[in-house]
């Protein structure tokens, strides 16, 4: 069984930074970080704004843009690594403020940049399972990466930016959907958030990463057209995990891929994790680059070690 997008929506914090804003703080610059990265800016959370609100906004216009009340929806899950609390969940916390009706379970799926493609597949297993009283699903992507960031570390500190993005969705047989999801249990290379005050912050081996992702993410785009039984000429979009501009320049020359076929929007955004994929999506939408019918392919990374692809028809 498919699923099909209703709807989608974002919400953006209202701090903007832009590449030279920290280069005041920190000892970086822009040409290194566009260089490197392809990053221009990122949006961040001011004191006091958190992942709830956030993801409440993206999730309140996805549910006005599909035309639906909050008591017809069925599940609510959240994609993130950096809930407001460690319980109750982001995605409870979002319940709680739509006033989402208490048969639709909600719960949060924490697989880093991966999240919100194995959220999606979850939502379609449940939908279909039928043990749930309804037919939609809300599924976002929601982070305040910008609370894990150590300013000493300027790697990592330049990389990631705070925003939620969000989906409704309903199986339908005239919208095939493909998933593949894996993972490589390895704490190594890409980890937040230790229980100690000091070790809360992102580190990342920068190499090790980028060499995983230019590494995986072929294998998954390939392993994901293997089981839809279709060539990426047949596909109309490619959505990356938007990580770094570089990544994907990699992957699209070891695929000998047209580059105009792979949406970016990492200048705009940098890394918002779970939250750049139904970011992307959501700008397509709105900018009319998805049509009816079209097949986009999306595919994640992150820590975990995870990946994951999704064949969706819009
Ligand atoms: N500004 C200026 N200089 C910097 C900065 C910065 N922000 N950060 C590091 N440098 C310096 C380093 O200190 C080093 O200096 P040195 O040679 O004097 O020691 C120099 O720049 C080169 O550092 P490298 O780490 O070799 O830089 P590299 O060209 O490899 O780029 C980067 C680093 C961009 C992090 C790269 O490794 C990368 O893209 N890795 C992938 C990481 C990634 O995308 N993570 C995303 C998060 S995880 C996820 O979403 C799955």
Redesign the pocket.
Known sequence: MGLKFLATARALPGCLVTNDDLAQV????DE??TS??GIRQRYFCAEGEGNTALAFAACRQALERAGLRPDQIALCLAATFTPDHATPSLACEVHGMLGLPESAPAFDINV??TGFLAALETARCLLAGGSLQGKYALVFGSEVISRVLDPND???????GDGAGAAVVALSDEHPFVSLLGARGDPEI?CAGGSGQDDRY?R?Q??A??RF?TQIVPECIGGLLERAGCTLEEVDWVVC?Q??G??IDHVIKKLGAPSEKFYMNIHRYA?T?AASIPIALDEMCEKGLIRPGQRVLCVG???GLTWGGALITF
Do not use: P
């Open positions: 920190m000892d970086t610059s290194w970080i490197r990265t880093a940049c300027r790697s990592t500190a330049v990389l990631f890409l992102v990342m920068g190499s990463v980028f992702a995990h990580a770094n570089r990544i890394n994790s990374f992150g820590a």
